[in-house]
């Protein structure tokens, strides 16, 4: 079992940067493929960007060349670094980590956009 605690969100203006940390409670973070999740209000989740356990990365067309994610697999986290942030990117932002059938999921922290 792993739990995954995220941080790091708040109220920023348009334009502004966030980063996002998530926190994994052992070891089994490095072998998951790991991830993040929105979902506004009123919407479905979506996925925001993934990493797998071997580092390569992908990301949704919304956010591609804005959002960065990462991984340190020393210290069981990672990290979406959000640049030019937009009000629709507004939303509860959850971590996940993925391994065979195996499905973790934070508790979500949430990210507003707003002037």
């Known amino acids: 079992q792993v739990q995954l605690v995220e941080s790091g969100g708040g109220l920023v203006q348009p334009g502004e940067s966030l980063r996002l940390s998530c926190a994994a409670s052992?070891?089994?973070?490095?072998?998951?493929?790991m991830g993040w999740f929105r979902q506004a209000p009123g919407k479905s989740r979506e996925l925001v960007a993934v990493?797998?356990?071997?580092?390569?990365?992908n990301y949704s067309d919304s956010v591609k060349g804005r959002f960065t994610i990462s991984r340190d697999n020393a210290k069981n986290m990672v990290y979406l670094q959000m640049n030019s942030l937009k009000p629709e990117d507004t939303a509860v932002y959850y971590c996940?980590?993925?391994?065979?059938?195996?499905?973790?999921w934070g508790q979500g922290t949430q990210v507003t956009v707003s002037s």
């Open positions: 996940n980590g993925k391994v065979g059938r195996a499905d973790y």
């Open positions: 052992n070891w089994i973070f490095r072998i998951l493929a």
């Open positions: 990493i797998s356990s071997g580092g390569n990365t």
